[in-house]
Nanobody, 124 residues
Framework: VQLQASGGGLVQAGGSLRLSCAAS????????MGWFRQAPGKEREFVAG????????YYADSVKGRFTISRDVAANTVYLQMTSLKPEDTAVYYC??????????????????WGKGTLVTVSS
C-alpha cells in the first residue's frame, strides 16, 4: 500500500497550495481519509478528515475556514486545498489512510496507513 503525497512547496503568507494524495495497492473507497502535519519540534497533529463518500468533513480548529479537504473516490485520491496560509502552517504534511474517527480529535494512533510527507513552507 502506498500513499503518495504531492503539492507541497514554498509560498508566501496569504497564498494557497493544493496537496494531493494518491493511494495505490489498496482501495480506500470505504475508509475515512485525512491529513496530519508535523512542524519542527512538535508532535504530529490532525488537520482534516473526510468520510468515505465525501459527505462529512472534519477540521482542526486552526484550519477551519481556510483549508478544504475533498476526495475523488474513483481515483483513490484525496486533496487538501489550503488558502490564506500562515507561517504557523509550515510543516510536513502527511496523508492518512483509514482514519478512525471518534468524538475526540484524531491522533496518529487513529491512522492505519501513512504516506510519506510533503513539506509546506510559508514565509512571512
Amino acid at each position: 500500500v502506498q500513499l503518495q503525497a504531492s503539492g507541497g512547496g514554498l509560498v508566501q503568507a496569504g497564498g494557497s497550495l493544493r496537496l494531493s494524495c494518491a493511494a495505490s495497492g489498496r482501495p480506500f473507497s470505504r475508509d475515512t481519509m485525512g491529513w496530519f502535519r508535523q512542524a519542527p519540534g512538535k508532535e504530529r497533529e490532525f488537520v482534516a478528515g473526510i468520510n468515505w463518500n465525501g459527505s462529512r468533513t472534519y477540521y482542526a480548529d486552526s484550519v477551519k475556514g481556510r483549508f478544504t479537504i475533498s476526495r475523488d473516490v474513483a481515483a483513490n485520491t484525496v486533496y487538501l486545498q489550503m488558502t490564506s496560509l500562515k507561517p504557523e502552517d509550515t510543516a510536513v504534511y502527511y496523508c492518512a489512510g483509514d482514519l478512525e474517527m471518534s468524538i475526540f480529535t484524531p491522533t496518529p494512533a487513529s491512522v492505519n496507513y501513512w504516506g510519506k510527507g510533503t513539506l509546506v513552507t510559508v514565509s512571512s
